[in-house]
Structure formats: structure tokens, C-alpha cells
């Protein structure tokens, strides 16, 4: 009788373990979200009337880089969307930083003429060229001088 009390409970607790060993690998993993990280981000150096951009309405504005944990939306895409099609000189925009992630996406810190919206537009993924959310603008155009007669 001893012995066949041990053997049910050393069957026991092996069974136990197979439930165990079974319910582990059937389980899900546990997946935590990562964000990416800024490895640059410094003053634009190109000069400033090539700074002007105008928005695209393609990215939303916000408070970092919108992949960084914590970026919060400043502006939402509609509101941009609604911004480049104004001829208002007030939703005009200067990039004065860009910042560039891990994972190679090109971020700008812009601001508008009158400041009323400030933060980091997505650039695109080169930093050639404004991309993305934004794209260059020129506000005065340089033509040759018409000749004047007096009469």
C-alpha cells in the first residue's frame, strides 16, 4: 500500500508537469511595443529662405518625432490638409532642426510664420530633399527687370 502511494503521487505531479510544459508552449509570448530612438538631431544648416515649406497634409504634426514614445499630435493630418490650401501666409512654415531615427526616417522641426503650431513633421526617409509631410516653397521669385520707357 506505501509503495502504490508513491507511485500515484510521483504519477501525479509528472502529469501536473506535462499540463505545465503543455499550457507553456501553447501560451502566447509576450510582445512588448519598442519605439524608435532620435541618433541625430542638429541645427539645419542650409540657408534660411530654403527653409520654407509648406504642408502636404500627408503627416500630422507633433509634439517629438511621431514614432518616440510620448509624441503627442499637435496638429492632425485634416488640420494640415486644410493649411496647404491656404494662400494665408500665416499657415507658411520655416524647418529650423531635423532629426534623424534609428530606423532611418527623417524628422523636422518646423514652425509657422505667426507660431501658432510648433513641432516634428515626418521628412521622408532622405534628408536630400524636404519629403512627406512638407515640401519646399519659394516666397519671392527672382525675375530680370522690365524696361521702363518715359515718355
Known amino acids: 500500500m506505501r509503495f502504490d502511494l508513491k507511485r500515484s503521487l510521483f504519477l501525479s ?3 501536473l508537469g506535462f499540463v505545465a510544459a503543455a499550457g507553456m508552449a501553447n501560451s502566447q509570448t509576450a510582445s512588448a511595443k519598442t519605439y524608435a530612438r532620435v541618433t541625430s ?3 539645419m544648416a542650409m540657408l534660411p529662405q530654403d527653409r520654407n515649406v509648406t504642408f502636404t497634409g500627408n503627416n500630422a504634426l507633433y509634439t517629438k518625432a ?5 509624441a ?3 496638429a492632425s493630418k485634416a488640420t494640415l490638409s486644410s493649411f496647404s490650401n491656404v494662400s494665408s501666409s500665416t499657415h507658411n512654415v520655416r524647418a529650423y532642426r531635423i532629426a ?3 530606423r532611418g526616417s527623417i524628422y523636422y522641426k518646423v514652425v509657422t510664420y505667426d507660431g ?3 513641432g516634428w513633421i515626418y521628412g521622408g526617409k ?3 530633399d524636404f519629403n512627406g509631410g512638407v515640401q519646399q516653397y519659394r516666397t519671392f521669385t527672382n525675375q530680370a527687370f522690365s524696361t521702363l520707357t518715359t515718355a
Do not use: E, M
Request: charge should be positive; avoid cysteine.
Open 116 to 118: 501658432s503650431y510648433r
Open 41 to 43: 538631431n542638429s541645427k
Open 66 to 70: 511621431g514614432t518616440l514614445r510620448g
Open 13 to 15: 505531479v509528472a502529469a
Open 126 to 128: 532622405t534628408d536630400s
Open 100 to 102: 534623424t531615427t534609428n
Open 72 to 74: 503627442r499630435v499637435v
